[in-house]
Nanobody, 124 residues
Framework: QVQLVEAGGGRVLAGGSLRLSCTASPHTFDAITLGWFRQAPGKGREFLASSSPSGLLTDYGDSVRGRFTISRHSAKNTVYLQMRSVKPEDTAVYYC?????????????????WGQGTQVTVSS
């Protein structure tokens, strides 16, 4: 069982930056693929970024590539999503997710464990 707890959401002005964090259960962190997704009102869950267990492989969704960065800090059991040049359309609930099958994954059905979500609101 992997528990995930997100933090760092809030309100930010368009063009600004925000960093989300997700802390995972200890003793599992180095063995799990971690991903970030978001869901805006009335829309489906959108893939944002994924990191392999080692952190050496990353993948990004087209809408955030070049603006968002996923990174993981093993000693803190934490994965981050650094958001830059945010836009009003980035407004959504952001979720951290994990699975133990290695590599990176774009599809939400691959992920077994999910955090509770954190709201990000970007105002113009």
């Amino acid at each position: 069982q992997v528990q995930l707890v997100e933090a760092g959401g809030g309100r930010v002005l368009a063009g600004g930056s925000l960093r989300l964090s997700c802390t995972a259960s200890p003793h599992t962190f180095d063995a799990i693929t971690l991903g970030w997704f978001r869901q805006a009102p009335g829309k489906g869950r959108e893939f944002l970024a994924s990191s392999s267990p080692s952190g050496l492989l990353t993948d990004y969704g087209d809408s955030v590539r070049g603006r968002f960065t996923i990174s993981r800090h093993s000693a803190k059991n934490t994965v981050y999503l650094q958001m830059r040049s945010v836009k009003p359309e980035d407004t959504a609930v952001y979720y951290c997710a994990a699975h133990p099958r290695g590599g990176t994954s774009r599809h939400s059905v691959m992920y077994d464990y999910w955090g509770q979500g954190t709201q990000v609101t970007v105002s113009s």
